[in-house]
């Protein structure tokens, strides 16, 4: 059997599975296969896929990055995400805690077997799961994870829940697949963030997407705290020079994007 995605009108990729072992159908669609190759494919709405056997690399890149860049960050959002293998990551920095704003809660729970941390993360008295922004105490925030695309509004709207020293993590596209959609996204970030730069995981199998790291203050490697990650128990992928790599640009997407970001 394969599952197939379309990720532009001329790419596409395709898994061999073995077995559909999941399907649920609410405010979004979910679906998880057998994998010979990655354990189990969630792929979530026909398009978004996350590979189990890779999960972490994702997973402790979005979380140690930005903490390992704050000093002493405290309150984590984690935004439109059903990865909760990030708040476990989250976790590994003392006294940090994390609210997670998730309006599908069925889609979620379908994920249970499929998240290594599913329970640990739903039981650790630091995590809060909410179904809407508005079900949040009032409260500004160290870090903002969103492991989705935003628009210009919608990233104005976390802006103003962070901390006058706050970093946005969000979601961009392929810079390679989608090149004009990879730009307008970091456009979407300049009148809100003094620090703006694109980053994504060397070492992501088959990925089609990357990320913007939004600062208010912070540089993601001028301001690195190298004593942090030492003091981290050992990641399966995460480490300084993963951090500092994770920036580096080749000079011809450098030339296409140097009037936007911030460096």
Same mark, same amino acid.
């Not at 984690?78 to 006294?95: M, R, T, Y």
């Not at 969103?146 to 990233?155: E, G, L, R, V």
């Not at 199998?205 to 030492?230: E, N, T, V």
């Given at each position: 059997?394969?599952?197939?995605?379309?990720?532009?009108?001329?790419?596409?990729?395709?898994?061999?599975?073995?077995?559909?072992?999941?399907?649920?159908?609410?405010?979004?669609?979910?679906?998880?296969?057998?994998?010979?190759?990655?354990?189990?494919?969630?792929?979530?709405?026909?398009?978004?896929?996350?590979?189990?056997?890779?999960?972490?690399?994702?997973?402790?890149?979005?979380? #140690?990055?930005? /903490?390992?860049?704050?000093?002493?960050? !405290? @309150?984590?959002?984690?935004?439109?995400? &059903?990865?909760?293998? *990030?708040?476990?990551?989250?976790?590994?920095?003392?006294?940090?805690?994390?609210?997670?704003?998730?309006?599908?809660?069925?889609?979620?729970?379908?994920?249970?077997?499929?998240?290594?941390?599913?329970?640990?993360?739903?039981?650790?008295?630091?995590?809060?799961?909410?179904?809407?922004?508005?079900?949040?105490?009032?409260?500004?925030?160290?870090?903002?994870?969103?492991?989705?695309?935003?628009?210009?509004?919608?990233?104005?709207?976390?802006?103003?829940?962070?901390?006058?020293?706050?970093?946005?993590?969000?979601?961009?596209? #392929?810079?390679? /697949?989608?090149?004009?959609?990879?730009? !307008? @996204?970091?456009?979407?970030?300049?009148? &809100?963030?003094?620090? *703006?730069?694109?980053?994504?995981?060397?070492?992501?199998?088959?990925?089609?997407?990357?990320?913007?790291?939004?600062?208010?203050?912070?540089?993601?490697?001028?301001?690195?705290?190298?004593?942090?990650?030492?003091?981290?128990?050992?990641?399966?992928?995460?480490?300084?020079?993963?951090?500092?790599?994770?920036?580096?640009?080749?000079?011809?997407?450098?030339?296409?994007?140097?009037?936007?970001?911030?460096?």
């Amino acid at each position: 059997m394969w599952i197939t995605r379309q990720l532009t009108p001329n790419f596409r990729q395709e898994y061999t599975i073995d077995t559909k072992i999941l399907d649920s159908r609410s405010m979004h669609i979910v679906e998880i296969f057998k994998s010979a190759d990655f354990n189990e494919v969630a792929m979530i709405d026909e398009t978004h896929l996350m590979l189990q056997k890779y999960l972490f690399i994702e997973s402790e890149l979005l979380a #140690h990055l930005p /903490l390992c860049v704050i000093p002493k960050p !405290e @309150q984590v959002l984690l935004f439109d995400s &059903f990865n909760l293998e *990030i708040a476990h990551e989250c976790f590994k920095h003392e006294g940090v805690r994390v609210d997670c704003v998730q309006s599908d809660r069925k889609s979620l729970d379908s994920l249970m077997s499929f998240l290594p941390h599913f329970h640990k993360v739903m039981q650790n008295e630091r995590f809060n799961l909410v179904g809407q922004v508005m079900d949040l105490d009032i409260k500004k925030y160290d870090v903002i994870i969103a492991d989705s695309y935003m628009n210009k509004h919608q990233i104005d709207g976390l802006s103003r829940m962070l901390t006058s020293e706050g970093i946005l993590i969000i979601r961009n596209h #392929h810079p390679l /697949l989608e090149e004009a959609a990879f730009i !307008e @996204q970091m456009s979407a970030c300049v009148d &809100f963030f003094n620090v *703006i730069m694109p980053f994504s995981p060397h070492l992501s199998i088959l990925s089609d997407k990357s990320y913007i790291f939004a600062s208010k203050r912070f540089h993601p490697c001028a301001d690195m705290c190298l004593q942090k990650i030492d003091l981290l128990p050992r990641m399966r992928y995460y480490n300084d020079k993963i951090h500092e790599s994770a920036f580096v640009l080749p000079h011809f997407l450098f030339e296409k994007i140097k009037h936007i970001a911030r460096f």
